[in-house]
C-alpha cells in the first residue's frame, strides 16, 4: 500500500520553486521546444451528425493515480469524455518526479491540469499564461490531526502544544499562525517528516497533514484521530484547481465546456458511491502503485466533504463563489503570493455551464 506521505511535500515543494519558472516563463525555449509538437486539439472538427470531435484529450493530474482523481476514472469508464466529443483519453500522472503541472499545461503537453491556488498564482507571477477555471476542493485539505482521545479541537488549542510540522509545510503554518492571531513562541513546534508515527507514540500531541491521507493511513490500521481544517479556521484556500492557458479561454470554449461537463458527472458518480473510483484506482489506474481499496474508499469518502459544500449544492460543481475568491486572494498574501483574482482566476465557463444546462447542479444531490 502506498502511503501518500509525501504528497503535501511535493505540493509545497511546487509552490516554493515557483513550479520551475525558468522552465514555463513564456519567454524559454528549453521546455517549449521539448513540449512543440505536442497537438492540444485546438479546433473541434464535428462527425457527420453533427456532435463535437475534440479528438485527444492530454490532461494532467496532479499527483499519482490515487483516488484523489475520482471523477477522471469514472468520466473515463462510463464514456462521459467520449461523449462529449473525446476520441481518446489520456491521464498524465504527476508524481516526485514530474514536471510540474503547470508547466505541462503552460507549454502545451496537456490541454489542462490539476493544482492549486498558491502553484498557479506563483507560476502566473514569474510569467506563465494560466488562469484557474474551477475548483474541486472547495476546501483545502490540509489539517492538524490529533489523536481521538487527546483532540487538539480548535488553533487556540494548539498552545502549549507539541505540533509536528514537516519543512516543506513551515510556510503554510506560520501563515496560519498569522491569519489566527497566533504567537509561535506559545506552539512547539517540533520538525518531522510525512510518517505520522510520532503522533502515535506520543512524541507530538498534534500532526499538520491532509484530511484525505494520514487520518485515513491511521485508520486503517486502527488508530482513531480528530482533524480540523486549516478552511475552517481562517485559511480557506481552494484546491485541486483546474487549470488552463489564456489562449485556451479565448479560443477552445467549447472543447473546456465539454471537458467540464464529463468532470462534473463523473464527480457526481463518485459522491454517490465513493467505492467506484477506489476500484477503479486500485485495479486499473493505480495498479502498480500498491493501493489499498480500502484505504482508497475512505480517502474518496473524505474527499467528497470537499467537494459539497452549501455553495455548491446551491450553484454546481466546481463553482467559485466572489466571496470565496476574494478569501483566496487574501490567504494568498498571507502566503507572499501577491497576486489578483483577475490575474488568477476566471470562473465564467463553469458558471455558463450551469446557466446553460442548471440541471446539472442535482447530479450529486
Excluded at 73 to 80: E, H, L, R, V
Excluded at 203 to 219: C, G, H, I, Y
Aim: glycine share 8%; hydrophobic share 40%.
Amino acid at each position: 500500500m502506498t502511503t501518500g506521505f509525501d504528497r503535501r511535500g511535493f505540493l509545497r515543494r511546487g509552490a516554493g520553486v515557483t513550479v520551475g519558472a525558468a522552465a514555463i516563463a513564456v519567454g524559454g525555449s528549453g521546455l517549449l521546444a521539448a513540449c512543440g509538437d505536442d497537438d492540444s486539439g485546438t479546433t473541434a472538427a464535428t462527425t457527420s451528425g453533427g456532435a463535437a470531435s475534440f479528438g485527444k484529450l492530454d490532461y494532467r493530474l496532479s499527483w499519482i493515480k490515487n483516488v484523489e482523481f475520482a471523477g477522471a476514472y469514472i468520466a473515463d469508464q462510463k464514456g462521459y469524455y467520449k461523449a462529449a466529443g473525446f476520441s481518446e483519453i489520456n491521464l498524465i500522472a504527476g508524481g516526485p518526479s514530474a514536471t510540474p503541472q503547470d508547466a505541462d499545461v503552460a507549454t502545451g503537453k496537456a490541454f489542462v491540469g490539476i493544482s492549486a491556488p498558491d502553484i498557479t498564482g506563483n507560476a502566473i507571477l514569474q510569467g506563465a499564461p494560466l488562469r484557474i477555471i474551477g475548483a474541486q476542493y472547495q476546501k483545502n485539505p490540509f489539517a492538524i490531526m490529533s489523536l481521538a482521545d487527546k483532540p487538539i479541537k480548535t488553533p487556540q488549542d494548539m498552545i502549549g502544544k507539541k505540533i509536528g510540522v514537516q519543512a516543506t509545510n513551515e510556510s503554510v503554518w506560520t501563515a496560519f499562525l498569522t491569519a489566527n492571531g497566533l504567537d509561535a513562541s506559545k506552539i512547539e513546534k517540533v520538525p518531522v517528516e510525512f510518517d505520522p508515527t510520532p503522533l502515535t507514540t506520543g512524541q507530538v500531541d498534534a500532526w499538520f497533514s491532509f484530511v484525505t491521507n494520514e487520518p485515513n493511513l491511521l485508520k486503517v490500521k486502527g488508530v482513531d484521530t480528530f482533524t480540523f481544517l486549516l478552511a475552517d479556521f481562517k485559511y480557506p484556500l481552494v484546491s485541486e484547481t483546474y487549470m488552463v492557458t489564456e489562449d485556451t479561454l479565448k479560443n477552445d470554449k467549447d472543447k473546456i465546456k465539454a471537458f467540464l461537463t464529463a468532470e462534473i458527472k463523473g464527480w457526481a458518480d463518485s459522491i454517490h458511491d465513493p467505492s467506484i473510483a477506489a476500484k477503479y484506482a486500485a485495479e486499473i489506474y493505480g495498479k502498480d502503485q500498491g493501493l489499498d481499496a480500502a484505504e482508497q474508499t475512505l480517502e474518496s469518502t473524505a474527499q467528497n466533504e470537499l467537494l459539497l459544500t452549501d455553495d455548491t449544492k446551491k450553484n454546481g460543481l466546481f463553482t467559485i463563489t466572489p466571496t470565496l475568491i476574494e478569501e483566496n486572494i487574501a490567504t494568498l498574501k498571507l502566503a507572499k503570493v501577491d497576486i489578483t483574482a483577475e490575474q488568477l482566476f476566471d470562473t465564467s465557463i463553469i458558471d455558463e455551464i450551469y446557466k446553460e444546462n442548471p440541471a446539472l447542479i442535482q447530479l450529486p444531490l
